[in-house]
T-cell receptor
């Protein structure tokens, strides 16, 4: 059973640029959630996708957007990058979108915005 | 709305000593509670969870946590820690959308 994978591992961008982060969910999982973890802080929920539809969103501006594909992999897109977007971006997959389903986290993508 | 407060940012502890990590939560709906562990340069791993039923939940590696509704707490304990328990620990509350605390760094020394 393959776990959650994310790419790339590290990324360096400059202010104003756009970035796409990718996530492959664990086999059999149809739900993907994205979190932002700033240095020294806990992860913050960005949004969740369930069967290719957005299923809830945290307190992030519209320049954070996402997609989920028929194979349940997912992308996180961030436009007009700001310095404060520098963080570890975590993807988590689960079997179902209801409460209590264990979320399995990937290793994350470290984004640095200069 | 839901939120989590982890009361200790850093906990140094000697090997084979007990450890307690404190977590308080607030939630306006039914509560699911979780403890995650993050080892250096790795993603989060679920340590244990409370969904319903017995208020004391245990992990396979000796950790336990007790859900206390009246005190809105979900403290994590281990009676005897190992060097390998050095990591960051996060308490979380929520259903599909998890709200995490700021984390507690546990450093186990010989």
């Amino acid at each position: 059973e393959t776990g959650v994978t994310q790419s790339p591992t590290h990324l360096i961008k400059t202010r104003g640029q756009q970035v796409t982060l990718r996530c492959s969910s664990q086999s059999g999982h149809n739900t993907v959630s994205w979190y932002q973890q700033a240095l020294g802080q806990g992860p913050q929920f960005i949004f969740q996708y369930y069967r290719e539809e957005e299923n809830g969103r945290g307190n992030f501006p519209p320049r954070f957007s996402g997609l989920q594909f028929p194979n349940y992999s997912s992308e996180l897109n961030v436009n007009a990058l700001e310095l404060d977007d520098s963080a570890l971006y975590l993807c988590a997959s689960s079997l179902g979108a209801t409460g209590g389903n264990e979320q399995f986290f990937g290793p994350g993508t470290r984004l640095t915005v200069l | 709305a839901q939120s989590v407060t982890q009361l200790d940012s850093q906990v140094p502890v000697f090997e084979e000593a007990p450890v307690e990590l404190r977590c308080n939560y607030s939630s306006s709906v039914s509560v699911y509670l979780f403890w995650y562990v993050q080892y250096p340069n790795q993603g989060l791993q679920l340590l244990l969870k409370y969904l319903s039923g017995s208020t004391l939940v245990e992990s396979i590696n000796g950790f336990e946590a007790e859900f206390n509704k009246s005190q809105t707490s979900f403290h994590l304990r281990k009676p005897s820690v190992h060097i390998s328990d050095t990591a960051e620990y996060f308490c979380a509350v929520g259903d599909y959308k998890l709200s995490f605390g700021a984390g507690t760094t546990v450093t186990v020394r010989a």
